[in-house]
Structure formats: C-alpha cells, structure tokens
C-alpha cells in the first residue's frame, strides 16, 4: 500500500491548526491567571479593609483618651499660669507637656488655617499707602516690592499668610512708620485662625539627645 503523503497545502492547514491551538491554550491559561490574580487582589483588598478600619478605631480611641488624660492638665496649667502672655486662651491652639527627665514631649491641640475678618482689608490699604509713600530711588522701590509681594502672596484658601504678617510686623517697626505700623496693626488684630483637625505628637530622645516623632500614621511605620 503506498505511502500518503500530506500535500504542501494540507501541511501548511495543519501547521496552522497546531498555532491555532496553541495560541488558544495560551490565551485560555493567560485568562486563567488574569482570573487568579483578580480574586488574589479582591481577598487582600477585602481582608485589608477591616484590619484598617481596627487601626483606625484603636488609633481614634487612644487619640480620645490622651485628650481626656490631659485635659485637666491643660485646666491647672492655665490656673497655674493664667497670668502669662503665653496662656492667653485666645488665639492658643497647642500645649506641649515634657517629662522630668527631659526624654519625652507630647504636644496636643488643633492645626489651623489663617484666617481674618472683614477689617484686615483696611490694614491692607494702610499698608499700600505706606508703599506708595515711598521714594523712587533703587532701594526703596526694591523695599515696596518686597513689602508689596509679601502683601499679596496667599495661601492655598486665598488668605494672607500668618508668616508673612510677622515679618511684615517686623519690617514696619524697623522702619518707624506710624502709617506702616497702624496697617500691620490693624491686620494683626483682625486674625482670626480657623480650627481644623486635632492632633497630638509624641516624642522620644534617641542616643545622641534629638527628640524623634513616634509615628501615629502608617504611612511612617
């Protein structure tokens, strides 16, 4: 009986059935993976979101009893001292406590944002007028400008930034001008900083005397 053989064509059919197949098996293991690695992300998504939401309720209670566990502490500091500048309650947002050792400091309060009433505008204008007093020669047009950026610039809210207040302060009583000093005034005493979020800092000396933040965040850990 004579040998069959296969044709070029029916070679070429064949070779091709055979990629065919195997890209298809290919594609089916490569989908398969796919499948593998998404149930893999679910189960770790999902096993995370409680393990997190417990850091996150252990975090808020302890945040809750260091206030608590201060609180009195902050009342007999301001009975204590109540006759310092620096215990003023107004425009006070942090307390800083250090133990006797020196080797640990816990600051406690809220952040802030800067903020002023609707009078601070009239500081402004005080102020642009002490600008617009000032010589054309080099040095005071550069004096205007530094005063003029420091005037303008603003933080991310659209309000006049608190650091750039106190230098403004300073440069004003530097300067002696009556005009200059009563805008500055003026501003200083329409700030009226927004609380935000409260937060408290923990601190540790290390070997060589520097004080170390205990992180509270993950990110940090």
């Known amino acids: 009986m004579a040998k069959y053989e296969l044709s070029d064509e029916e070679v070429a059919l064949l070779e091709q059935a055979r990629a065919d197949k195997a890209k298809r098996e290919a594609e089916e293991k490569h989908a398969q993976e796919v499948k593998t690695y998404k149930d893999l992300v679910d189960e770790a998504v999902n096993d995370t979101v409680p393990e997190a939401e417990d850091v996150s309720a252990t975090l808020g209670q302890r945040k809750v009893g260091i206030f608590e566990r201060f609180h009195s502490i902050i009342a007999r500091k301001e009975d204590l001292y109540k006759g310092s500048k620096s215990m003023a309650k107004e425009g006070r947002f942090t ?3 250090t133990n006797k050792a020196g080797t640990a400091r816990v600051t406690l309060g809220f952040n802030t944002n800067d903020a002023y009433d609707d009078t601070y505008t009239a500081g402004v204008e005080k102020v642009k007028e002490y600008i617009q007093s000032l010589a054309s020669d080099d040095k005071s047009r550069q004096l205007a400008e530094m005063v003029n950026t420091l005037l303008m610039e603003r933080s991310k809210a659209g309000q006049l ?4 207040v106190l230098r403004l302060e300073n440069m004003a009583n530097e300067s002696g001008d009556p005009t200059f000093i009563e805008g500055m005034k003026i501003i200083r005493d329409a700030y009226r900083p927004e609380r935000t979020k ?21 990110t940090n850990c």
């Not at 800092?201 to 290390?206: C, L, W």
């Open 95 to 97: 307390d800083s406590f």
């Open 161 to 164: 930034k608190a650091q750039n």
């Open 198 to 218: 409260q937060f408290v800092k923990v601190e540790v000396k290390d070997a060589s005397g520097k004080f170390q933040t205990i992180s509270l965040n993950m």
